[in-house]
Structure formats: structure tokens, C-alpha cells
């Protein structure tokens, strides 16, 4: 394979990828305001988001309570 083929399909494998980001994005804004609202309220806890091939499939909150003795 020579340099100006492996070029073009370089250049053909990050137009695909930045069509495929173009389409997520338009979901950009519901994820990070369901981030938000896993935030929201936490005192003690955390918020894990898991993220496959660019795209955040899963949030999990976990909440922890304190007691005083």
C-alpha cells in the first residue's frame, strides 16, 4: 500500500468519526443535565458515568448517610 492511499483512508476513517461525534452531540446536552441531576442534592456519594466508544451509556449514583454519635 503506498503513502497517498493509506492517506486518503486515514482521512476517509476521520470523516466517519466526526460524523458519528455530530450525531452524539445533538444528546450532549440531556446527558450532561441527567448528570446534573444525579449531582444534584449529593452530599456524600458519587456519580460514575460509563462512556463506550465516545458515548456515555450509563450513570450511577451512589448516596451514602452519615449519622453523628
Not at 44 to 64: A, F, H, N, P
Amino acid at each position: 500500500m503506498d503513502a497517498h492511499h493509506n492517506d486518503q483512508e486515514t482521512a476517509k476513517g476521520r470523516s466517519s468519526v466526526g460524523q458519528s461525534r455530530s450525531a452524539a452531540a445533538t444528546g450532549d446536552e440531556a446527558t450532561l443535565s441527567r448528570i446534573g441531576e444525579a449531582l444534584r442534592g449529593l452530599r456524600y456519594g458519587s456519580v460514575l458515568t460509563i462512556v463506550q466508544d465516545g458515548v456515555v451509556v450509563q450513570i450511577e449514583r451512589t448516596e451514602k448517610t452519615r449519622f453523628t454519635r
